[in-house]
């Protein structure tokens, strides 16, 4: 079945250390995208990414990168500069290059810093 | 610039009941609309979407909004409620630029008995 597999579902980090959170998809997609959600908050935009080698900021891109080496993987490492890690991540993927809106979505990490 | 307001952060109706979720939109353009639901720890998955067709969109597990630029809203209902309807909901928009898919705080949706 193709879909979007994030890994792992919950991570524990201790404060100061970093942490890579996976996302592969077998979707063909090609952009791809990082969201965080938090109680009350909905979700915003981290990072995404269009082509293969590229990626741009979102609306709350520090203390967070990303790398896209292949079209099916798009990780995000959350840095020790992240002041409030804690909060469920979701990562998601559309077809072509430009945010129809039609987001394909992971089943999400939830990151706790300890 | 654009955004969503969900005027409801929880809705509670009976199993049977009518659902009626809150979205209203702030658009310069003419935006799209869509509708997610959320299940507990899960991702979103797309219920429906509003682009510039038909103002009555039919989404899917009975769901449906209707656009009414007029009242810059997007509300999303169904006849009957069903218990496996319990989660949360999120209105989105998005004028065309890339990526920027703007989301709604959520609407937590509790069904009961």
């Known amino acids: 079945d193709g879909g979007i597999t994030q890994s792992p579902k919950y991570l524990f980090r201790k404060e100061g250390q970093n942490v890579t959170l996976s996302c592969e998809q077998n979707l063909n997609h090609d952009a791809m995208y990082w969201y965080r959600q938090d109680p009350g908050q909905g979700l915003r935009l981290i990072y995404y990414?269009?082509?293969?080698?590229?990626?741009q900021k979102g609306d709350i891109a520090e203390g967070y990168s990303v790398s896209r080496e292949k079209k099916e993987s798009f990780p995000l490492t959350v840095t020790s500069a992240q002041k409030n890690p804690t909060a469920f991540y979701l990562c998601?993927?559309?077809?072509?290059?430009?945010?129809?809106?039609?987001?394909?979505f992971g089943e999400g990490s939830r990151l706790t810093v300890l | 610039a654009q955004s969503v307001t969900q005027l409801d952060s929880h809705v509670s109706v009976s199993e049977g009941t009518p659902v009626l979720l809150r979205c209203n939109y702030s658009s310069s353009y003419s935006p799209s609309l869509f509708w997610y639901v959320q299940h507990p720890n899960k991702g979103l998955q797309l219920l429906l979407k509003?682009?510039?067709?038909?103002?009555l969109v039919k989404g899917i597990n009975g769901f449906e909004a209707e656009f009414k630029k007029s009242e810059t809203s997007f509300h999303l209902t169904k006849p009957s409620a069903h218990m496996s309807d319990a989660a949360e909901y999120f209105c989105?928009?998005?004028?065309?630029?890339?990526?920027?898919?703007?989301f709604g705080t959520g609407t937590r949706l509790q069904v009961t008995l």
């Open positions: 990414s269009q082509i293969v080698n590229d990626f």
């Open positions: 998601a993927s559309t077809r072509g290059t430009t945010n129809t809106g039609e987001l394909f």
């Open positions: 509003y682009t510039s067709a038909a103002t």
């Open positions: 989105a928009s998005n004028t065309g630029t890339a990526s920027k898919l703007t």
